[in-house]
């Protein structure tokens, strides 16, 4: 059974080592586990899809390691950021794709290039999280759920490049609580986006509906009122079987997709914020 392929490539020193490392934390790489022994190190870059392609024929652009991204603009902005001064200019393909070349380390020359989409005049954010921060409300009521829930969710925000240091987690007795603990933690200037957790269960609560519509109308009001993006990971469940197979087993986990939407609205919004709500914003700041 084939389980993964990997691409080792020899860093010419320890410095480039770490530079290395760096810059493929910050365009937003998963890291793996790191190695370290006396006679070397390596720390592997984690990619959703990982291929193989052979290609025969006329084959104009040659590089070492092509990364395939969502936001191709985004993430030469990026590199050029982070001093790599090698970021080729974007480019067309023959198949109708983007490209640009970057070489982050002498003798490495890495093609990053994006599929170009059909001109639908939408807007959409991307899920690279570097530079984002986020408050996480998670409800302690049926906490053997909402422990998994949590753990989706920061996986989906270390995997989306959020760093540690950017996540709050505030846990809160129970469901009925999430709604205020959020619109704290909205109005505190200090969180892009709130992600929500917490777990319902019918069987097992009395007045389920009315606590669930509070909850439900609690969260989007205060996300409506205070203009930060709130998603929703809370489970409103007719068992515990239902809730365990949202929360990691057959219908994948609630909380990693609650933390993913909350990435994709920090970036649509910061994409559709128009410049007027930009500067009044920074007034205000002035004014405190
Ligand atoms: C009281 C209660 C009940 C019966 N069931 C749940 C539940 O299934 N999930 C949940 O998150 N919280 C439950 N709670 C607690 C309430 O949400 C709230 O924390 C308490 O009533 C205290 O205000």
């Known amino acids: 059974m084939i389980k993964g392929i990997t691409t080792i490539r020899h860093a010419g020193s ?10 493929f934390d910050a365009i937003g790489f998963e890291r793996g586990t790191p190695w370290k022994t006396a006679r070397g190190q390596g720390v592997p870059f984690k990619a959703p899809l990982g291929q193989i392609e052979f290609v025969e024929g006329l084959e104009t652009v040659h590089s070492d390691l092509w990364i395939e991204v969502t936001d191709l603009d985004s993430i030469r902005e990026l590199l050029i ?7 080729g200019e974007i480019q067309q393909t023959a198949w109708d794709s983007r490209f640009f070349l970057a070489v982050p380390a002498k003798g490495l020359k890495v093609l990053f290039w994006q599929k170009n989409r059909p001109a639908q005049g939408a807007v959409e954010g991307d899920l690279n999280a570097r530079g984002m921060r986020f408050g ?27 760093r540690e240091e950017d996540i709050t987690i505030a846990r809160v007795p129970g469901a009925f609580e999430i709604p205020s603990q959020a619109r704290t933690l909205a109005q505190s200037g200090k969180h892009d986006a709130i992600v929500t957790l917490g ?11 009315h606590i669930s519509t509070e909850v ?20 409103t469940c007719e068992s515990l079987e239902q809730a365990l197979d949202r929360a990691g087993l057959k219908a994948g986990n609630k909380g990693f997709e609650a933390a993913i939407s ?24 002035k004014a405190r």
């Open 199 to 209: 777990c319902l269960i019918r069987g097992e609560t009395t007045h389920y509906e």
């Open 216 to 235: 439900t109308r609690g969260i989007g009001q205060s996300a409506q009122e205070t203009g930060i993006p709130h998603t929703y990971g809370v489970l």
């Open 81 to 87: 950021k982070e001093n790599d001064k090698a970021a």
């Open 14 to 23: 320890a410095k480039e080592f770490k530079a290395l490392s760096k810059l």
């Open 262 to 285: 909350a990435v994709e609205m920090v970036s649509l919004q910061r994409k559709t914020r128009g410049r007027g709500k930009k500067k009044s914003m920074s007034k205000k700041k």
């Open 136 to 162: 996480v409300v998670v409800s302690r009521w049926n906490s053997f759920i909402t422990e998994r829930l949590l753990q989706g969710a920061l996986d989906a925000l270390r995997r989306s490049g959020c």
